[in-house]
C-alpha cells in the first residue's frame, strides 16, 4: 500500500519536473497579405498569416514578447493582444 501511494506521488510530481519556460517573440508589422485571396495591407504578427504556433505543454510557463514594428502611417500604431481569460481557469495570467 504505501508503495503505491509514493509512486502516485511521484508521479504527481512528473508535471512540475518537465515543465519548462517557453519564450516567443512577435515582430507586428505591416504587411501586404491575401489572407482572403485578395491582397491588402495587414497587420501580422511576423509578417505571416495566420500567425504562428505556440507550441507549450501543461504546466509550463509562456512569456510572449512582443515588439511594435508598425511602419505605415495610414494605419493605427497600437497593438493588443486578445487573451480569453476564461480559458485560463486555474492558471495565473500576468499581463504587462
Given at each position: 500500500?504505501?508503495?503505491?501511494?509514493?509512486?502516485?506521488?511521484?508521479?504527481?510530481?512528473?508535471?512540475?519536473?518537465?515543465?519548462?519556460q517557453r519564450?516567443?517573440?512577435?515582430?507586428?508589422?505591416?504587411?501586404?497579405?491575401?489572407?482572403?485571396?485578395?491582397?491588402?495591407?495587414t497587420v501580422?504578427?511576423?509578417?505571416?498569416?495566420?500567425?504562428?504556433?505556440?507550441?507549450?505543454?501543461?504546466?509550463?510557463?509562456?512569456?510572449?514578447?512582443?515588439?511594435?514594428?508598425?511602419?505605415?502611417?495610414?494605419?493605427?500604431?497600437?497593438?493588443?493582444?486578445?487573451?480569453?481569460?476564461?480559458?485560463?481557469?486555474?492558471?495565473?495570467?500576468h499581463c504587462?
Open positions: 500500500m504505501l508503495t503505491s501511494s509514493l509512486r502516485l506521488a511521484a508521479l504527481s510530481l512528473l508535471p512540475s519536473v518537465f515543465a519548462a519564450v516567443f517573440n512577435l515582430d507586428i508589422v505591416n504587411a501586404q497579405l491575401a489572407p482572403d485571396g485578395f491582397v491588402r495591407d501580422s504578427p511576423n509578417g505571416t498569416f495566420p500567425g504562428p504556433t505556440f507550441a507549450v505543454n501543461k504546466g509550463d510557463s509562456v512569456v510572449i514578447h512582443t515588439h511594435n514594428k508598425l511602419t505605415d502611417p495610414k494605419m493605427r500604431r497600437s497593438t493588443s493582444i486578445v487573451v480569453p481569460l476564461q480559458s485560463f481557469r486555474g492558471f495565473p495570467v504587462s
